[in-house]
C-alpha cells in the first residue's frame, strides 16, 4: 500500500528562493526510505514542507490517498503523519510519561492504552517513566521522541536525522529500532546525514543535490555503487554491519 505520495514539490522558508526544485517521491508501507546529500543540499527542508511545517510553492502531498492541505502541519498528523525533529524533539523539564502523555494528548480515552503500546515497544521507557527527559542520554532521548511521534499510531513516520550526535554505538541500536518500526508496517521516510549506515538499514535511497533528486533506487544499489560512495559516503568498509546485524524485532533499542 502507498501511504505517503509526493509530487512536484518546490518551496523552502518565505521570501527566499525556493531551496527544494520539484521533487517527486512515494513511500509505502514497510518501507525505509532515506535521504542522503551533501550539506545544504535541502534534506531537512523537504522533510519539514511534507510535513507541513513550510508552506511549499508548488506541488502536493497525499496521505492515504487523501491530499494534504500544504502547510498545515495540525491536518497532516490527524490524517496519520508523525514528524521527529532533529532538535528539540522532547520536552526536557517533563518526566518520560508526561512527554507520552503530551503526544497523545488529542487521544482522550485511547491516551493509556497508546502509552502502554509505546512501553510494550520501547521496554527503555518503561525504567524511565518518572525520570526527568533532560536527564536521558542523547540515544534515550530519541527512543522517547519516537515513542511521542508514535502515540498517535501514525501510518508515517517522518524522522530528520535520529543520530544526529550520537555514538556510533547509540547510532547502531536507532537505526535497528528504525528498521523494526518499518518492518512492522509503518512507512518511514528518513533525512541522515549518516549516509552509509542508513543505506545499510533502509529499504530505499533517494540522493538530494541543491534541492534536486539525481538519483533514487534501492538502498542497497546505492550503497554498492562507486560514484555515490565516492561524492557523498566516503570509503568506509560497507562489510561492518554485514555479519552483525540481528534478526529484525530482536533489538530493544536500549541506546
Known amino acids: 500500500m502507498t501511504d505517503l505520495t509526493i509530487t512536484g514539490i518546490r518551496g523552502g522558508y518565505p521570501n527566499a528562493e525556493d531551496i527544494v526544485k520539484g521533487i517527486d517521491l512515494t513511500v509505502s508501507t514497510g518501507d525505509l526510505t532515506v535521504i542522503i546529500g551533501p550539506n545544504g543540499a535541502g534534506k531537512s527542508t523537504f522533510l519539514k514542507l511534507v510535513a507541513g511545517l513550510l508552506k511549499p510553492t508548488e506541488g502536493s502531498v497525499r496521505l492515504m490517498k487523501k491530499e494534504l492541505p500544504l502547510g498545515n502541519a495540525q491536518a497532516a498528523c490527524k490524517l496519520g503523519m508523525s514528524f521527529v525533529p532533529q532538535e528539540r524533539n522532547v520536552f526536557q523539564s517533563l518526566t518520560v510519561r508526561e512527554n507520552l502523555e503530551m503526544g497523545g494528548y488529542l487521544l482522550r480515552k485511547d491516551a493509556r492504552e497508546r502509552l502502554e503500546e509505546q512501553l510494550t515497544r520501547f521496554p527503555l ?23 511521542v511521534a508514535l502515540m498517535t499510531s501514525p501510518s508515517v513516520l517522518l524522522l530528520d536525522e535520529p543520530t544526529a550526535g550520537l555514538s556510533p554505538a547509540a547510532a547502531d541500536e536507532i537505526f535497528e529500532l528504525v528498521r523494526n518500526l518499518a518492518s512492522g508496517g509503518i512507512a518511514i521516510l528518513m533525512v541522515e546525514q549518516n549516509a552509509l549506515l542508513a543505506l545499510e538499514y533502509g529499504s530505499h535511497g533517494l540522493v538530494l543535490v541543491s534541492g534536486r533528486k539525481i538519483r533514487e533506487e534501492p538502498a542497497s544499489s546505492l550503497l554498492r555503487d562507486d560514484e555515490v560512495r565516492h561524492l557523498f559516503l566516503g570509503r568506509r568498509d560497507n562489510t561492518r554491519h554485514t555479519q552483525t546485524h540481528p534478526k529484525k524485532g530482536e533489538s530493544h533499542a536500549q541506546a
Open 125 to 147: 521507557l518503561k525504567s524511565k517513566l518518572k525520570e526527568k527527559a533532560g536527564n536521558l542520554s542523547g540515544g534515550q532521548r530519541q527512543v522517547l521522541a519516537m515513542g
